[in-house]
């Protein structure tokens, strides 16, 4: 969070030049946080230009940086030789998963902005289906919890579409079951509002519709990346038949809930 924080603040081209940099294979120098010619500066220019202050937050930002790529190589290391892709998985690694799943349900998922940290859980689930298969049964639960902030269950639709988007493990049946579950969600919630209108209770729970937003934006996200699995072609006609299911985005989108208006930058 602190990384991302502090890269939110940097001007796009430097932002661009300190993550590159920090993997090219060159020696560091603080030489390199400011892409300006060295000369004499008075305390005057210094405040006013916030040279000094922008090379600190890149320096700072470095070694954060750096300390945390070294913290997840280590946290790797140890992981992977539990985490192997065998036929099943072994009980000491069942219950390290199961508490590694808690920790991201307690530590990561609450946290705004989290970037880096949550990949220890992307990368574990990913060594067998049943691991996988917890992962998504505790995001598409919490996505989908009509009594929980809709806070908790953004973050739960985005790490959920972020993970169906990116995983190179999950099967097509995985995804199109996944996408199935979101659009039966977002169908119950049109027939429970045909005026439109938000109306507490159902589906959608009492706290407004920005739960309802999250799952519809996570559908779109995940077409995006894997249309191809949420569509089949007949052998014989060579007509393509996509997922029934996935009529309810234009459903939505016509309807005046109007999810379109207020979808929100997507950080996955």
């Given at each position: 969070m602190e990384i991302q924080?502090?890269?939110?603040?940097?001007?796009?081209?430097?932002e661009e030049e300190?993550?590159?940099?920090q993997y090219d294979g060159c020696p560091y120098s603080t030489e390199?946080?400011?892409?300006?010619?060295?000369?004499?500066i008075d305390d005057t220019t210094e405040t006013?230009?916030?040279?000094?202050?922008?090379?600190?937050?890149?320096?700072?930002?470095?070694?954060?940086?750096?300390?945390?790529?070294a913290l997840m190589t280590t946290l790797f290391n140890y992981l992977d030789p539990l985490f192997l892709k065998t036929s099943y998985p072994t009980l000491e690694a069942e219950n390290l998963f199961d508490s590694l799943l808690n920790t991201f349900l307690t530590s990561i998922l609450p946290t705004y902005h989290s970037r880096h940290a949550q990949f220890?859980?992307?990368?574990?689930?990913?060594?067998?289906?049943?691991f996988i298969d917890k992962?998504?049964?505790l995001l598409i639960e919490r996505s989908l919890d009509p009594s929980l902030p809709n806070i908790a269950r953004q973050a739960s639709s985005a790490y959920l579409a972020s993970f169906i988007a990116r995983a190179k493990e999950i099967t097509p049946e995985t995804i199109r079951t996944v996408v199935e579950m979101l659009c039966v969600f977002l169908s119950r919630v049109l027939d429970d509002m045909?005026?439109?209108?938000?109306?507490?209770?159902?589906?959608?729970?009492?706290?407004?519709?920005?739960?309802?937003?999250?799952?519809?934006?996570?559908?779109?996200?995940?077409?995006?990346?894997r249309w191809r699995e949420l569509y089949e072609e007949d052998g014989e006609t060579g007509e393509t038949a996509w997922l029934p299911q996935l009529n309810v985005i234009q459903r939505m989108a016509w309807s005046g809930l109007n999810p379109l208006a207020v979808l929100t930058p997507f950080g996955g």
């Amino acid at each position: 969070m602190e990384i991302q924080y502090e890269l939110d603040r940097l001007e796009d081209d430097l932002e661009e030049e300190l993550l590159l940099s920090q993997y090219d294979g060159c020696p560091y120098s603080t030489e390199d946080d400011i892409n300006t010619e060295p000369s004499t500066i008075d305390d005057t220019t210094e405040t006013s230009s916030g040279i000094l202050d922008t090379t600190t937050s890149l320096t700072t930002l470095r070694e954060t940086i750096t300390t945390l790529d070294a913290l997840m190589t280590t946290l790797f290391n140890y992981l992977d030789p539990l985490f192997l892709k065998t036929s099943y998985p072994t009980l000491e690694a069942e219950n390290l998963f199961d508490s590694l799943l808690n920790t991201f349900l307690t530590s990561i998922l609450p946290t705004y902005h989290s970037r880096h940290a949550q990949f220890f859980i992307f990368r574990t689930s990913q060594s067998h289906s049943l691991f996988i298969d917890k992962f998504l049964g505790l995001l598409i639960e919490r996505s989908l919890d009509p009594s929980l902030p809709n806070i908790a269950r953004q973050a739960s639709s985005a790490y959920l579409a972020s993970f169906i988007a990116r995983a190179k493990e999950i099967t097509p049946e995985t995804i199109r079951t996944v996408v199935e579950m979101l659009c039966v969600f977002l169908s119950r919630v049109l027939d429970d509002m045909p005026s439109g209108k938000f109306v507490p209770g159902g589906v959608a729970g009492n706290n407004g519709l920005d739960g309802v937003y999250a799952v519809f934006q996570a559908v779109i996200y995940i077409y995006c990346f894997r249309w191809r699995e949420l569509y089949e072609e007949d052998g014989e006609t060579g007509e393509t038949a996509w997922l029934p299911q996935l009529n309810v985005i234009q459903r939505m989108a016509w309807s005046g809930l109007n999810p379109l208006a207020v979808l929100t930058p997507f950080g996955g």
